[in-house]
């Protein structure tokens, strides 16, 4: 196996980064997720190339989840590969994000939002990554049993272990991240940043009040599944392509793709042609105009794909 070794121009490249609300931290306009392409069942080898072509490229966060795979775990222990294998000198230039809140293990403790649940899944994650800490620990999702005031402060605990340097939260209604955010401040652990999705064809965030709240009190906002997992790119115009996440049917239904939302997909499409970018390009462009958004964060089945996407970066 060939040693890696990084870009030297990798910050002349002409990525862009944004302050994370009141915070140091800065993140890259376009941040690689590792939800799809990075688990057990899928090529090492082109994990290598899409993370050390993102890194080249100014790509210097790496978003996970206890749970990212299949199986469950798995891209995290791709991560701890990547780690051994290319990216340990590198590791200080690096933001990595991990979460847990959804089903990882049996039983009652595997699961949701406990101060058990959120640290053995801390701890499992930083083994399978091979790391001592990680930059960032999200709570993945709202958990409306365990009382917010224990999960919360088992984020700050969390920090203050040393085991992650910042938290956020992952779609959190408005109510619960107004009532985090103040827990969070008063214990001197502010929040980093909210992950949700937002897009051209799911704009819950902004409808909500989610990320007019988040401007007001210095809390960054990234998105993901920005391109509706797949719908906003020309692969879904013409029919259901056999080789389609959406002909799996896993994340995708073919029944999601109605007459409406196919004329809506065509009007997109229609104006990203007249600006002369593909649809795909303009859906990332347009998520990094809202208000308040810091970053987005795309998937990549190939260094090819990510390339493209890098492409809103330069609008």
Not at 86 to 106: C, H, N, Q, V
Not at 143 to 159: K, N, R
């Amino acid at each position: 196996m060939d040693k890696y070794f990084a870009d030297p121009l990798r910050y002349d490249g002409g990525m862009k980064f944004e302050r994370c609300g009141r915070s140091g931290v800065m993140l890259p306009k376009v941040s690689l997720g590792f939800w799809h392409n990075f688990g057990g069942v899928d090529s090492y080898e082109r994990s290598r190339e899409i993370t050390h072509y993102a890194f080249d490229h100014g790509v210097v966060h790496f978003d996970l989840a206890n749970n990212y795979g299949p199986p469950y775990g798995s891209a995290e222990e791709t991560m701890g590969r990547l780690m051994d294998d290319d990216f340990a000198p590198y590791r200080d230039e690096l933001f990595i994000s991990t979460k847990a809140g959804y089903d990882m293990w049996p039983g009652p403790y595997g699961n949701w939002g406990s101060r058990k649940y959120l640290m053995a899944s801390l701890d499992q994650s930083l083994k399978r990554m091979h790391l001592d800490y990680v930059d960032l620990f999200y709570s993945h999702r709202y958990d409306p049993e365990t009382p917010l005031e224990e999960t919360l402060q088992a984020l700050v605990d969390i920090v203050r272990s040393g085991k992650a340097l910042y938290v956020g939260i992952s779609r959190w209604p408005l109510e619960a991240t107004k009532f985090a955010e103040q827990y969070l401040r008063e214990r001197d652990v502010p929040m980093l940043i909210y992950q949700g999705r937002l897009n051209m064809l799911d704009r819950a965030p902004q409808e909500e009040g989610i990320l007019d709240f988040c401007a007001e009190k210095g809390i960054g906002f990234i998105s993901f599944s920005p391109l509706a997992q797949g719908l906003l790119t020309d692969r879904y115009l013409d029919g259901i392509p056999a080789d389609s996440r959406m002909s799996k049917g896993k994340f995708l239904k073919e029944s999601m793709l109605t007459e409406e939302l196919l004329a809506k997909l065509r009007t997109y499409n229609k104006q990203a042609l007249e600006q002369n970018k593909p649809l795909s390009q303009m859906a990332l462009e347009w998520i990094l105009q809202q208000r308040g958004v810091t970053s987005v964060l795309v998937g990549a089945s190939s260094a090819q794909q990510l390339q493209k996407n890098l492409l809103c970066v330069n609008s």
